[in-house]
């Protein structure tokens, strides 16, 4: 998708997937839940205007990229951020790092769809483009999703919700990291 037809719901999340953070934790720092933040990214609704400031910092952005998408011409550097802290190396005993990736699908249909995938095998099943016999075309490439984001948070360790998309035959998707 050219970055001039990106809706600012998409915008707002893959500059979110970019810095490798959940919904939840983009929630947390903007002082919002995280369904607020599942709104802006499905273009159901927009961030508060007070909002906006913050957001394009958090997410390394100028308030015009944010909201138009292209670089401002005159950018007013804003308070450099804090390097962010070095993640700790997993270990065995950290029961804080994410162990699968689940794939959650309410079908247009009405099917309900639960896929639980060890990590290690999490980019085998986002890079696959099968269709479920009988119930939804998990194809997630037509969803605009970009899976090289989504590995990028599970190195990071992230937890949470990465992804949630409406289509328009009235699939919902949810993938998260638990």
């Known amino acids: 998708m050219d970055e001039k037809d990106e809706t600012l719901g998409r915008r707002i999340a ?3 997937l970019e ?3 959940t919904q939840e934790r983009l929630a947390m720092k903007m002082g919002v839940t995280a369904q607020a933040v599942s709104k802006w990214e499905n273009d159901l609704s927009a961030p508060d205007i007070m909002l906006l400031p913050e957001l394009a910092r958090t997410l390394g952005v100028s ?3 944010l909201l138009e998408g292209r670089k401002s011409q005159e950018v007013v550097p804003a308070e450099p951020e804090p390097a962010p802290e070095p993640e700790p190396e997993p270990s065995c005993s950290d029961e804080s790092r994410p ?3 689940h794939i959650h699908v309410d079908s247009g249909d009405g099917d309900v ?3 639980n995938v060890p990590l ?3 980019s085998a099943v986002l890079g696959a483009s099968s269709k479920i016999p009988g119930v939804v075309n998990l194809n997630l490439n037509d969803a605009d ?5 989504i590995a990028e948070a599970i190195k990071h360790g992230e937890k949470g919700t990465l992804v949630e998309v409406d289509g328009d ?3 919902h998707v949810t993938i998260s990291l638990e």
């Open 120 to 122: 290690g095998m999490a």
């Open 145 to 149: 999703i970009d899976t090289t984001l």
């Open 99 to 101: 162990k699968k990736l």
């Open 63 to 65: 308030v015009d990229e």
């Open 169 to 171: 035959d009235g699939d």
């Open 113 to 115: 769809v639960n896929i």
């Open 19 to 21: 810095y490798g953070m």
């Open 14 to 16: 893959r500059l979110r």
